[in-house]
């Protein structure tokens, strides 16, 4: 049984867990712990530290570890290593993939093979693998959670770009100067409702409310969704994407989201072939990440 240790580092949290050849999860070996913007080197290296040995404890004794796999909330420097995280500015220039490396070939008491990348990347890698995106010809996958961004499949191979920051869509540009990630992720929305004089803080009162008939809770989720569907029709057009999946914990804030999206992207897009491209929803829920972070040694 061939395995992989994934890491997925995000704006909110970092998980951990053992991947089989076959996508699905050791029993018990996944772990997460929280980051956050005040996140620090010293702050990472203990999540590091505690996510990785409760993973590699787990690991079965006729088991081969071929490698770990790390996808990282970016931009990332797939050269050297470091992250310059947009949602954790103090952990800036961070070593993340010698940290892990260096923490799992200390528990193993061997150097253990350690492949860096993009969260969106892995994420688009996992979708096209065995999630929504199977056998599409060209795909974008995204998250819309804390953050937003995403990767690029073609033709079966991950697009990861010069320094591995390809499909860091949450950083174009959109109305007002603003970044897409400024006006559609779950913090942001919130914000911005605030602002309309609501009265809740977080995505999941969006959701709340916006389902009980909240006019401002149900505007902030559509706001979100418009932008996301005109950045998407920017993409498909440049791209030719066929397909488009979408995951995230805000992408879940209605259930309606996704048809949102896709109207917009619909609407928006500027020629025939970008308006054919559908929007779906992630088919790995939350275990997307990290079966993507895996692939980057499995696949």
Not at 13 to 22: I, S
Not at 202 to 226: F, H, N, P, Q
Not at 234 to 243: F, G, N, P, Q, Y
């Amino acid at each position: 049984m061939r395995l992989a240790l994934a890491v997925d580092v995000g704006g909110t949290k970092m998980e951990a867990a053992l991947v089989g050849e076959d996508g699905a999860l050791v029993r018990g070996s996944r772990s997460r712990r929280e980051t956050g913007r005040e996140a620090t080197p010293a702050s990472l290296d203990d999540a590091i530290a505690a996510v990785v040995a409760h993973a590699l404890s787990r690991l079965p004794e006729d088991a081969e570890l071929v490698g770990a796999g790390i996808g990282s909330a970016g931009p990332i420097d797939r050269n050297s290593g470091q992250i310059l995280p947009v949602n954790m500015p103090a952990a800036r220039g961070y070593t993340l993939a010698d940290a892990v490396r260096r923490t799992a070939s200390g528990i193993l008491g061997r150097e253990l093979p350690t492949v860096f990348g993009h969260d969106g990347g892995a994420l688009a890698l996992a979708e096209s693998w065995l999630g929504a995106t199977k056998g599409a010809r060209s795909s974008l996958a995204i998250v819309v959670s804390t953050g937003v961004g995403g990767g690029f499949v073609v033709n079966g191979a991950y697009i990861s770009g010069a320094s591995g920051n390809a499909g860091h869509l949450g950083q174009v540009r959109r109305e007002g100067g603003l970044t897409l990630e400024e006006i559609a992720s779950g913090p942001a929305s919130a914000a911005w409702a605030r602002q309309q004089g609501w009265a809740g803080s977080t995505g999941e009162d969006l959701a709340k409310d916006a389902a009980a008939g909240v006019a401002v809770a149900r505007a902030a989720i559509e706001r979100s969704a418009k932008a996301v569907g005109e950045a998407l029709a920017d993409a498909a057009t440049l791209v030719d994407l066929d397909t488009v999946a979408i995951g995230g914990g805000f992408s879940r804030v209605s259930a309606d989201y996704i048809d949102l999206v896709q109207q917009a992207l619909t609407a928006s897009a500027a020629h025939e072939y970008s308006r054919r491209t559908r929007v779906v929803r992630s088919g790995l829920g939350d275990e997307g990440p990290l079966i993507g972070a895996a692939a980057f040694v499995l696949r």
